[in-house]
């Protein structure tokens, strides 16, 4: 069971698994705030300390992954253990680009739509399309490929 609690400086609830509950809990006349990020922190002292690493007691030299991005949401079905690597691969697409879906671009050259992955520092071309939808159906498969349980998958709308 997942209960939502109000926590000072935040402007909505925080969802929370029942078995979490205290811990969070035992910070309740702690200030909290968002980051640039919008990762929530609590400080002691100097240090800013993020909830969701509190939470599952991440260590130092991995990153919290939220499966659904949202950082209001501090269930266990939602937050994982993750390399760099791997919370990089959960990342959305990037707001500038030229398609709607991640790992798609186009290439006026070609007049075709571009699908492209990054993997262990390589950029890997699955090839160029006519249909963008058919290019990020490209991505998604190597998506899976490559980070398995960790893929940001695109939902692709039926045209």
């Known amino acids: 069971m997942n209960m939502e609690i109000f926590l000072p400086g935040l402007d909505k609830p925080v969802l929370v698994s029942e078995d979490k509950f205290g811990k969070v809990m035992d910070l309740v006349n702690i200030k909290f705030s968002l980051n640039n990020g919008g990762v929530i922190n609590f400080k002691t002292g100097y240090v800013a300390i993020s909830l969701s690493r509190y939470i599952i007691n991440c260590p130092r030299n991995r990153c ?27 990342r959305r697409k990037k707001p500038e680009c030229s398609s709607k879906y991640k790992g798609v671009c ?25 249909v963008e939808a058919m290019a990020a159906e490209a991505y998604n498969i190597a998506a899976l490929k490559y980070f398995g349980e960790f893929a940001y998958l695109n939902i692709i709308e039926k045209e």
């Open 64 to 90: 919290v992954d939220h499966k659904n991005h949202s950082q209001f949401d501090l269930t266990n079905e939602n937050l994982r253990i993750a390399t760099r690597s791997q919370n990089n691969a959960n």
């Open 106 to 130: 186009w290439d006026s050259d070609r007049n075709k739509w571009v699908a492209r992955i990054n993997f262990r520092y390589k950029e890997i071309y699955l090839g160029s399309f006519g």
